[in-house]
């Protein structure tokens, strides 16, 4: 029996030899060796099609809309009437002030002709003079408080859209027209403030939208906004598109600015690079090196120096290995 004890012993010390020698091995890791190519610093936005050219028709007063076009897609003349609204209680309005002037005015004559008898006081008249004058005054500011009530064409144009129908009450400031030009176009984009030192205008920029998938269109930066905005905290870059563009007015698209561009720079890929530290391969140890970075792409970072072109660098960054540890590279 003390035999067959001692028998089993065997296999669990092989056992244990085999685990030391699999938790002792170096890790196996993966290489890759520094390509030359293009790199572009991009800043990234958000952005909206407009056209150059264009203006909102708004209702200034809360009525009922009476009348209204139908020329939407269609050309208009600047001051073409568009819509109407109801102005039957400022006409009332207008006609009773009219009928007050008439009241002043022959109070103002009668009081006129007691003055020249000496039967009324120079001061009577000159009181009836005054409201006479404030009826006018009256008179002329609800007449030009009428022209509220039509909404005509601001410039010449196409009617872009149209909005509001007869019937329904129009709000203060609603837009209810957009009058321009449907080319050219442009992107109205905000950029963040940290950004906005790099956006200038002649820049390249890289257009994607919905409407187009798997197709980059192109725009160019045309100018930047002198002002931000200190609650967004973004600036307003405003992006030419070209003649032949397919966005249409009102879409939304991603904008990629290039910013820079390096050619035949020194690259890596991102996940090799954690900061400005990466491992490089000498023999079989890992050497953790510092480098000095530029332009940091979503695929690639540019290497300024610190890094020789033919040596293999380990990717992804080892975290948790050690300066100096023992590795194997994969297939070698």
């Not at 030391?20 to 990234?44: C, N, Q």
Request: aromatic fraction near 4%.
């Amino acid at each position: 029996m003390k035999f067959a004890r001692l028998a089993l012993l065997v296999p669990v010390l092989v056992l244990a030899g085999g685990a030391y020698w699999f938790l002792a091995r170096p890790p196996a890791v993966a290489t890759v060796v520094p390509k030359r190519g293009d790199a572009a610093e991009i800043v990234y936005a958000t952005g909206t099609v407009e056209p150059r050219i264009w203006a909102k028709v708004t209702a200034l007063v809360r009525e009922r809309i009476v009348e209204r076009c139908d020329c939407e897609g269609q050309r208009v003349e600047q001051g073409q009437i568009l819509a109407r609204l109801d102005s039957a209680q400022a006409e009332a309005t207008l006609a009773e002030l009219k009928a007050r002037q008439k009241l002043a005015t022959a109070e103002h004559d009668r009081l006129a002709v007691l003055v020249e008898r000496n039967v009324m006081s120079q001061q009577a008249l000159d009181r009836a003079r005054s409201e006479m004058g404030q009826s006018s005054a009256l008179i002329a500011g609800q007449t030009a408080r009428l022209e509220n009530y039509v909404l005509r064409a601001p410039m010449r144009g196409t009617v872009l859209r149209r909005d509001g129908e007869v019937g329904e009450i129009a709000e203060p400031g609603t837009v209810l027209f957009w009058i321009g030009e449907a080319r050219p176009l442009r992107v109205v984009a905000e950029v963040n403030e940290e950004d906005i030192p790099q956006v200038k205008p002649g820049q390249r920029v890289l257009v994607r939208a919905d409407a187009f998938p798997g197709r980059t269109l192109e725009a160019t930066v045309d100018s930047v906004t002198p002002k931000g905005d200190p609650v967004a905290k973004t600036y307003r870059v405003y992006l030419a598109l070209p003649d032949d563009t397919p966005l249409l007015i009102g879409m939304t698209a991603e904008l990629n600015i290039v910013a820079r561009v390096a050619r035949e720079a020194l690259l890596l890929p991102v996940a090799a690079v954690q900061g400005n530290a990466v491992f490089i391969l000498e023999g079989d140890r890992a050497r953790r090196r510092e480098l000095a970075i530029g332009i940091r792409g979503t695929d690639d970072v540019e290497v300024l120096s610190g890094l020789p072109d033919q040596v293999r660098v380990l990717t992804p960054f080892p975290d948790k290995l050690a300066d100096g540890a023992r590795v194997v590279p994969q297939g070698g």
